[in-house]
């Protein structure tokens, strides 16, 4: 599966957007899906995941309560919508897939898309 995630931007904290990860193939629906982000100089950091079937959803403790995964399987797309966002937020955001359940570590996860910037102006 390819993976292309777009929707990042700069946006003044208190602020939202929503990313996209468009997906080729017609196996979409069989993966778990997962946000991860990436700032300058640090790990790249688990943001949040879906199951294949959207009926569970995890995320970071940085983010809970502020953003929220969802999916579309009719249109093999993953969205991760983002709301108060913080300068802290500022990294390039990736989504992946998964052949197993949606795991925290990158290591876990089958494919990656190019990421999207975004940047949170405080």
């Known amino acids: 599966v390819q993976l292309q995630a777009s929707g990042g931007g700069l946006v003044q904290a208190g602020g939202s957007l929503r990313l996209s990860c468009a997906a080729s193939?017609?196996?979409?629906?069989?993966?778990?899906m997962g946000w991860f982000r990436q700032a300058p100089g640090k790990e790249r950091e688990f943001v949040a995941a879906?199951?294949?079937?959207?009926?569970?959803?995890y995320y970071g403790h940085s983010v809970k309560g502020r953003f929220t995964i969802s999916r579309d399987n009719t249109k093999n797309t993953a969205y991760l919508q983002m709301n108060s966002l913080k300068p802290e937020d500022t990294a390039v955001y990736y989504c992946?897939?998964?052949?197993?359940?949606?795991?925290?570590?990158?290591?876990?996860?089958?494919?990656w898309g190019r990421g999207t910037q975004v940047t949170v102006s405080s």
């Open positions: 992946a897939a998964s052949n197993y359940s949606p795991r925290t570590s990158p290591r876990t996860y089958d494919y």
């Open positions: 193939g017609r196996t979409f629906s069989s993966y778990a």
């Open positions: 879906i199951t294949w079937s959207g009926g569970s959803v």
